[in-house]
């Protein structure tokens, strides 16, 4: 398979060629608009997106994917970064061919944006790309006041005030609350994988990525991997799964354990991320595990 990196702020992983739509332009053009195409969904669009299966995931610019498979102006890609049971090799899924570019050099530094958003400007185009919370790109150099990276665009600039050497580090349950405290109030967004919008198992997966932590992609896979705590033992960073009939059937739903009965979550379309008390919602009968990824 042919490795490429994607090429845009957040490109969306659609489920085929003819999932996405009209209203859908802004996210798959090139340059992508994540801020213009959040704010022109309308909640019916939102809901659609899962309704009607369009969306499976999304990538961050920069990120490495293999291609799997070719039509017209799309490509089958998978995602080695974000784990499944649905193929071994990373999350499935079509981008147009416009999004992708070729491989950047190896570099022994990376640099992640660790503002909720960054502005990358471009050497000698003048191009500014709004990047996600935890954009990951070669280090080239820096200077004063920020770093110089290599991106599929060329050599661009970020602020260090937005950005820092990634360096190996695992932090605690603590560390991943606070990370996500920051996105209370960010609208939900089926297949969420940016700070545009986090779905519950991409809020989940983010926030212990930035701690540290890789995870699995979806809520149902995560509910089987890290390591089983009972309610009474848990800890803020936790995680809480929630199952269809009354914690019986399939999990459905993620979210932090924040501590005092109280959950930090991404509920659904239509909600924003929020702190909620688990005592006589939904969620107190349809709790059914509880899982620690953090050291």
Same mark, same amino acid.
């Given at each position: 398979m042919k490795k490429s990196v994607i090429a845009v702020s957040v490109a969306n992983l659609?489920?085929?060629?003819a999932s996405s739509r009209q209203v859908d332009t802004p996210i798959v053009s090139n340059p992508s608009d994540p801020s213009r195409w959040v704010h022109d969904l309308s909640h019916a669009d939102r809901l659609e997106l899962h309704e009607n299966n369009l969306l499976q995931s999304q990538v961050l610019f920069g990120t490495t994917v293999w291609e799997a498979e070719?039509?017209?102006?799309?490509?089958?890609?998978?995602?080695? #970064?974000?784990? @499944?049971?649905?193929? $071994?090799? +990373?999350?499935?899924?079509?981008?147009? !061919?416009? &999004?992708?570019?070729?491989?950047?050099?190896?570099?022994?530094?990376?640099?992640?944006?660790?503002?909720?958003?960054?502005?990358?400007?471009?050497?000698?185009?003048?191009?500014i790309v709004q990047l996600s919370f935890l954009t990951k790109l070669p280090f080239i150099e820096e200077s004063g006041t920020?770093?110089?990276?290599?991106?599929?665009?060329?050599?661009?600039?970020?602020?260090?005030?937005?950005? #820092?050497?990634? @360096?190996?580090?695992? $932090?605690? +349950?603590?560390?991943?609350?606070?990370? !996500?405290? &920051?996105?209370?109030g960010l609208d939900y967004l089926w297949g969420g994988m940016s700070s545009w919008g986090y779905d519950c198992s991409g809020f989940a997966y983010?926030?212990?990525?930035?701690?540290?932590?890789v995870i699995p992609r979806d809520a149902s896979a995560q509910a089987l991997e890290g390591k089983?705590?009972?309610?009474?033992?848990?800890?803020?960073?936790d995680l809480l799964f929630f199952a269809y009939d009354g914690g019986k059937g399939r999990v459905h739903h993620v979210g932090f354990?924040?501590?005092?009965?109280?959950?930090?979550?991404a509920p659904?379309?239509?909600?924003?991320?929020?702190?909620?008390n688990l005592a006589g919602t939904v969620y107190e009968t349809e709790l059914c595990a509880v899982r620690r990824y953090w050291s």
């Open positions: 659609w489920t085929n060629p070719r039509k017209g102006d799309w490509v089958k890609v998978v995602i080695p #970064s974000q784990s @499944t049971p649905k193929d $071994e090799q +990373g999350y499935p899924g079509w981008i147009p !061919a416009r &999004q992708l570019a070729d491989p950047l050099p190896k570099s022994d530094h990376m640099v992640e944006v660790r503002a909720k958003q960054a502005a990358l400007q471009v050497e000698g185009s003048g191009k920020a770093f110089t990276v290599m991106t599929p665009l060329g050599r661009g600039r970020l602020s260090k005030a937005q950005s #820092s050497i990634w @360096t190996f580090h695992e $932090e605690d +349950g603590e560390a991943l609350i606070t990370y !996500a405290e &920051q996105f209370i983010n926030m212990h990525l930035a701690s540290g932590y089983a705590i009972s309610l009474d033992q848990a800890e803020p960073g354990y924040y501590g005092n009965g109280k959950m930090l979550h659904k379309t239509g909600k924003q991320i929020e702190i909620l």
